[in-house]
């Protein structure tokens, strides 16, 4: 009898057919239909409830606090509870319709709730998820308590209702008979961002135009079949009251935000019809001290239920989860669900299709083979070799890893990709969104101790940003450290070390000004010494040309792209190896032969990928069209090997 063999599934497989979202998301519908359900069991004080798919009560995981809007349903992250409810425990404050409570006692009643948990279990962080009114409420609750472990995440905070046009609509419900409702169309506004951005992302979605419109129509028909429940939901009364607590709200707030210390996250909607979102945003940004934004361009006042948000994704890409009192790079990371791969995966699926990556690998025995079976399975591996132009290497690279392998590679990134820098000459924030969200962290010896020690497949380049940002020339060139870094800590742990090389920047664009040409001219000089005052020097002792760690963009001109090309090495063994702390000799070897070994496989790449017949697009997208439009770029053949 043959044994039999358990195979485990590649999760990342196949990124085209990945699901577009997680299973068990609810719909607009879903929001209208709860609603209904709340409405009719409506009275009594305000109170907190669990969503039925949010009933975790895992201590490990955090406690978050919704503060609805002006609606005060508490269901407005409805469309978010089938993930959310995987890394939260989730509570829902709910304000009845006939409710009066004022502000200020919902402050209180919050602040209860917020010292009682804290008491409870005091090394759990509490987040505030607030919407409009529910982000005044969250500031108010922080600033009254500094020294609890706060954070907040604040989407369209009303803390500018003074600027906002709900003001002028306070006088005319004075004047407005009751049988008289809010026009269809201001509803819709309401709800949705922009239609036409509804109608191309519903295109890209269905597919064809005319199930693009089918669906559009049914979602406006949802809207408008459920207008009376918008109106159940705030009746005159109620909007008059609420608006009459949003100018409380905002003036009270906006007096104590000097006295905000916790972590700020806040959400801003472009096309947001009832506050001026954006501006508010920035104004909180440089209030606060612990405040970053994230811009929505194309969204609407209700923020949570669009269905392009993905407020998980979000927290993940501002590094904004944590299980304890500091962010730890690995219990606190959450691995890309498929559809979050694939998310990511399709928005850069334009590098892959324009250099069809050819990835080698090397067996146990020695053999040279396509694909990446020669990459160990189980970790701790470190991934070590050479950097290209702006890093241009890595989303091919990582994604071909997860889709093949399965492995998700943690990089060790420059710390400049995560410090949260309130200055516009730094690039934004939201840039580096997706490598953290891959899993990147900044370099540093405790980061990589934490990923070693919990077996993770690690990538290192010890060029670090004087590789990505070469000059001039200097194509394929190491600059690494003259004494080993690495080494012993991948032998601790017995790591596998990958050496590796990467080629063909200089197929896909040219370098016309560098540092050296930059630095003349007087206002990039002026620049590029501010941007690198703002970053993180790494290895403030290193001497020789990685100690230049100038951060600047140089300037290039593209390429009709070729094609990249990547060589893993032979894995080296470390564990058994005893490299003592005072012994450097064993040590500097090593490091030595990982670098001769990274040196050879760039070498092996250029001589190779002269004999590549569809190193050039033209010749790749002509056979890729031969074989039809569900040909994968990894499909194309290469050199003999």
Not at 145 to 166: E, W
Not at 330 to 348: A, L, M, N, R, V
Request: aromatic share 8%; net charge neutral; charged share 25%.
């Amino acid at each position: 009898m043959k044994e039999a063999i358990e195979v485990k599934p590649n999760t990342y497989a196949n990124p085209q057919e990945l699901p577009e979202e997680e299973e068990g998301k609810k719909r607009l519908k879903d929001y209208f239909e709860d609603c209904k359900d709340l409405i009719k069991s409506d009275g009594g004080p305000p109170r907190w409830f669990c969503p039925l798919e949010c009933t975790s009560t895992s201590p490990d995981y955090p406690l978050l606090l919704f503060l609805p809007g002006i609606d005060g349903t508490g269901l407005g992250l409805i469309m978010h509870h089938h993930k959310l409810g995987k890394i939260f425990e989730i509570w829902c404050l709910h304000i009845p319709v006939n409710d009066r409570t004022p502000f200020t006692e919902l402050v209180k009643m919050v602040e209860t709730t917020v010292r009682s948990e804290s008491c409870r279990s005091p090394n759990r962080p509490i987040y505030i998820l607030g919407e409009s009114l529910g982000a005044c409420l969250g500031l108010a609750v922080a600033a009254r308590n500094p020294k609890i472990d706060l954070l907040l995440i604040l989407a369209n905070p009303a803390t500018s209702f003074s600027k906002s046009q709900l003001q002028h609509l306070m006088p005319l419900l004075e004047i407005i008979p009751d049988q008289f409702p809010l026009n269809l169309p201001y509803m819709l506004s309401i709800m949705k961002g922009d239609p036409l951005k509804m109608l191309m992302d519903n295109v890209l979605k269905r597919g064809s135009l005319p199930q693009t419109i089918g669906g559009l129509s049914q979602d406006l028909f949802t809207m408008s079949s459920y207008l009376h429940v918008l109106t159940d939901i705030l009746p005159k009364e109620t909007l008059q009251w609420k608006l009459r607590m949003l100018k409380t709200a905002s003036a009270s707030t906006n007096s104590c935000l000097h006295a905000v210390k916790a972590q700020t996250l806040i959400l801003c909607s472009g096309k947001d019809q009832l506050l001026p979102s954006q501006e508010e945003g920035k104004r909180l940004q440089n209030a606060l001290p612990k405040c970053e934004i994230r811009v929505f361009d194309e969204s609407g006042h209700l923020l949570f239920l669009e269905d392009g948000v993905d407020l998980v994704m979000t927290i993940k890409g501002a590094s904004f989860y944590r299980r304890g009192k500091h962010l730890d790079c690995g219990s606190d990371f959450i691995p890309p669900t498929p559809s979050e791969f694939k998310k990511i995966y399709e928005s850069h699926k334009w590098i892959l299709t324009a250099t069809s990556p050819v990835m080698l690998s090397t067996l146990e025995n020695g053999k040279v083979v396509r694909g990446l079976a020669g990459i160990p399975s189980e970790g701790p591996v470190l991934f070590v070799g050479y950097h290209m132009l702006m890093a241009i290497e890595v989303v091919p690279f990582v994604a071909q890893l997860m889709s093949e392998r399965d492995i998700l590679l943690r990089a060790l990134a420059h710390p400049a990709m995560f410090i949260k820098v309130k200055d516009s000459r730094f690039p934004d924030p939201s840039m580096f969104d997706v490598i953290r969200i891959m899993g990147a962290v900044p370099v540093s010896a405790t980061n990589l101790y934490r990923l070693l020690s919990s077996k993770s497949h690690v990538l290192l380049y010890p060029g670090g940003l004087r590789e990505a940002l070469h000059r001039k020339g200097e194509e394929y060139k190491l600059f690494w450290p003259e004494e080993s870094e690495f080494v012993r800590m991948a032998a601790r742990f017995g790591a596998k070390i990958v050496p590796f090389g990467a080629v063909g920047e200089d197929d896909v664009a040219e370098v016309v000004l560098d540092y050296n040409d930059l630095v003349k001219i007087p206002w990039q000089r002026t620049q590029i010494e501010e941007m690198t005052e703002l970053s993180m020097k790494l290895r403030p002792d290193a001497t020789g040309e990685v100690a230049n760690q100038q951060v600047y963009t140089p300037w290039m001109v593209p390429k009709f792209p070729g094609r990249f090309y990547f060589y893993f090495g032979k894995p080296i063994e470390t564990e058994g190896m005893k490299l003592e702390p005072r012994g450097k000799e064993k040590s500097q070897e090593l490091y030595l032969h990982v670098k001769s070994e990274v040196e050879k496989c760039i070498a092996f790449l250029q001589d190779k990928r002269k004999t590549d017949p569809f190193r050039n697009l033209l010749p790749r997208l002509l056979y890729q069209a031969s074989l039809g439009s569900t040909a994968s770029s990894s499909q194309i053949p290469t050199f003999e090997l």
